[in-house]
């Protein structure tokens, strides 16, 4: 079933374009990556999907609600006056959540993203991978149809990208979330999903894609396979030979 479907779209500031002719499915479910270098329109494309900006031309359909989808942005956005779980409630409290359901949903994605122990801490007092942890926290407690992330890890070292990324899968695979990552990393974009678009430097159009059928129910052992390496390389050579 196609959730989000992008046919021949195009998107222009005064007389620049920014993504040109775009063409792309999202199954229900699927964890899709867009991947390219930076300022080829990636995340315009997902202010897009989530309906922040029109179109200047194409059709472009989503099957989800604007309540029922979430961002993640490179920054965690956190309002430095409140405290963690003040935080994360902000959505729910926006809908007039009750404020038994508040609690509850908030103890919920506290303890997922293992943040219990820092629910009174600032924004000051916490790491950047808290701060990520509450910001994806935030994001998933309205319990949306699609997650959009924005090169969520993109502050983060290495080893703390991997770590979040397999939090983030872990989630996925127990929801089942439709979800649209964004990356310039290749790595990352691999491990994670199920169906990558390629993108090409400005302006941005689609100009390869895979599809990764292999089961990751472990993205760890993953990153150690030979499918892993070919899918790495595959995509660099398309990234590369896109302008032989």
């Avoid at 930076?38 to 059709?59: A, D, M, N, P």
């Avoid at 400005?202 to 390869?208: M, Q």
Wanted: aromatic content about 6%; charged content about 25%; some cysteine.
């Amino acid at each position: 079933m196609n959730f989000i479907k992008l046919e021949n779209v195009s998107k222009t500031y005064k007389n620049l374009t920014v993504l040109k002719n775009v063409t792309m499915e999202i199954e229900k479910g699927e964890f899709v990556g867009i991947l390219g270098p930076s300022g080829c329109g990636k995340s315009t494309l997902l202010t897009l999907i989530s309906g922040l900006e029109k179109i200047s031309s194409g059709h472009l359909k989503n099957n989800s609600t604007k309540r029922k989808s979430a961002f993640v942005f490179q920054d965690s956005c956190l309002m430095p006056w409140k405290n963690l779980e003040q935080n994360i409630a902000i959505p729910l409290e926006i809908l007039n959540t009750p404020q038994k359901e508040i609690s509850e949903k908030v103890n919920k994605y506290l303890q997922i993203l293992d943040l219990q122990k820092f629910k009174k801490h600032f924004p000051r007092e916490l790491s950047g991978g808290m701060k990520m942890r509450a910001s994806i926290a935030r994001a998933l407690i309205t319990d949306p149809e699609v997650i959009l992330m924005d090169e969520p890890f993109a502050a983060l070292d290495q080893i703390l990208r991997e770590r979040l990324a397999d939090e983030i899968y872990e989630i996925y695979l127990k929801k089942k979330l439709t979800s649209v990552f964004v990356t310039h990393n290749i790595a990352e974009a691999v491990s994670l999903c199920n169906r990558i678009y390629i993108f090409s430097a400005h302006p941005g159009k689609i100009i390869g894609q895979i599809k990764i059928e292999k089961d990751k129910s472990s993205i760890k052992n993953y990153r150690n396979s030979e499918d892993f390496h070919k899918n790495c390389v595959k995509i660099r050579t398309i990234l590369e030979n896109q302008n032989d």
